[in-house]
């Protein structure tokens, strides 16, 4: 029994019923990514639910928010001047038209 190869345009061979095959290592992976996410959807929720038992000290909260807003913006006006000293130190025009 011979098996007539299909071949494409650029000479490769081309998958026909006769001789497609699967990619397991790609089944594997997709399957595992999936399996990843949802174990990590269920303790995200998990999460969430049990931070709805404790009870949220307001005050602290807005501490917290205020300290990490301060820190973001820092690290913004930092990464901007680092930003802006490496264009101009490497002769870009960065003047506005």
């Known amino acids: 029994m011979s098996a007539a190869l299909v071949f494409n345009q650029d000479g490769r061979r081309r998958a026909t019923a006769r001789n497609a095959q699967v990619d397991w290592v790609l089944v594997v992976f997709v399957l ?37 807003l301060a820190v973001f913006v820092l690290l913004l006006l930092v990464l901007l001047t680092l930003t802006f000293g490496l264009a101009r130190s490497l002769g870009m025009d960065l003047s506005l038209p």
């Open 32 to 68: 595992f990514k999936g399996l990843v996410f949802v174990t990590g959807m269920v303790f995200a929720i998990k999460w969430h639910y049990d931070r709805e038992k404790m009870t949220v000290d307001r005050h602290a909260l807005l501490g917290m928010g205020a300290k990490v």
